[in-house]
T-cell receptor
Framework: AQSVAQPEDQVNVAEGNPLTVKCTYS??????LFWYVQYPNRGLQFLLK??????LVKGSYGFEAEFNKSQTSFHLKKPSALVSDSALYFC????????????FGAGTTVTVRA | GAVVSQHPSWVICKSGTSVKIECRSL??????MFWYRQFPKQSLMLMAT?????????EQGVEKDKFLINHASLTLSTLTVTSAHPEDSSFYIC???????????????FGPGTRLTVT
């Protein structure tokens, strides 16, 4: 079974500082990895994905993620966080052998203080 | 493009009644639609996978007679919570999958969610 883990329930950073949200994965075969963001009472917004190619993936709103095969990680990063980045972030892996289902991590709440 | 809508966005119903939630892909035909349930500050739990014209596939532990899913067309799937009870109160999110044309590249687009409160 494919799964992702987000080891941190919460991440707190000051505005302007770098932001990192951690994600590790467990898959059989090639991983299809995603990051989504959710604001209160809203659906999920797609940030970025890794299918193949460059290990550094650039996405929406200045976010990027680095795929590290040896460490089975896919950490989300932003060089300079904004207060408006405060939200719930989900890492997900797609099972291409089973209806393309997404398995989500538990989520990480990011709080960026002014 | 690739917009998914849900209706209603918020609903309150009395215990014992049924509630229908619609999920529509507005500008594309969805190969597959998924229904998720989310409790406050928790992750999304997949409830079922819905393919047009066929019966939905439910995840283990999800009552198919309680959560009725109908996928009538390539742009519409509905989730009906039958005989709702307070413990069914939750945030329900749908997603629709579109084939982008690249091998293996099916994108999943999420609706804005429906907040159900059962009193």
């Amino acid at each position: 079974a494919q799964s992702v883990a987000q080891p941190e329930d919460q991440v707190n950073v000051a505005e302007g500082n770098p932001l990192t949200v951690k994600c590790t994965y467990s898959v059989s075969g090639n991983p299809y990895l995603f990051w989504y963001v959710q604001y209160p009472n809203r659906g999920l917004q797609f940030l970025l994905k890794y299918i193949t190619g460059d290990n550094l993936v650039k996405g929406s709103y200045g976010f990027e993620a680095e795929f590290n095969k040896s460490q089975t990680s896919f950490h989300l990063k932003k060089p300079s966080a904004l207060v408006s980045d405060s939200a719930l972030y989900f890492c997900a892996v797609r099972d291409i052998t089973n209806d393309y289902k997404l398995s989500f991590g538990a989520g990480t709440t990011v709080t960026v203080r002014a | 493009g690739a917009v998914v809508s849900q209706h209603p966005s918020w609903v309150i119903c009395k215990s014992g009644t049924s509630v229908k939630i619609e999920c529509r892909s507005l500008d594309f035909q969805a190969t597959t639609m998924f229904w998720y349930r989310q409790f406050p500050k928790q992750s999304l739990m997949l409830m079922a996978t819905s393919n047009e014209g066929s019966k939905a596939t439910y995840e283990q532990g999800v009552e198919k007679d309680k959560f009725l899913i109908n996928h009538a067309s390539l742009t519409l799937s509905t989730l009906t919570v039958t005989s709702a009870h307070p413990e069914d109160s939750s945030f329900y999110i749908c997603s629709a999958t579109r084939d982008t044309g690249t091998s293996g590249s099916y994108e999943q687009y999420f609706g804005p969610g429906t907040r159900l409160t059962v009193t």
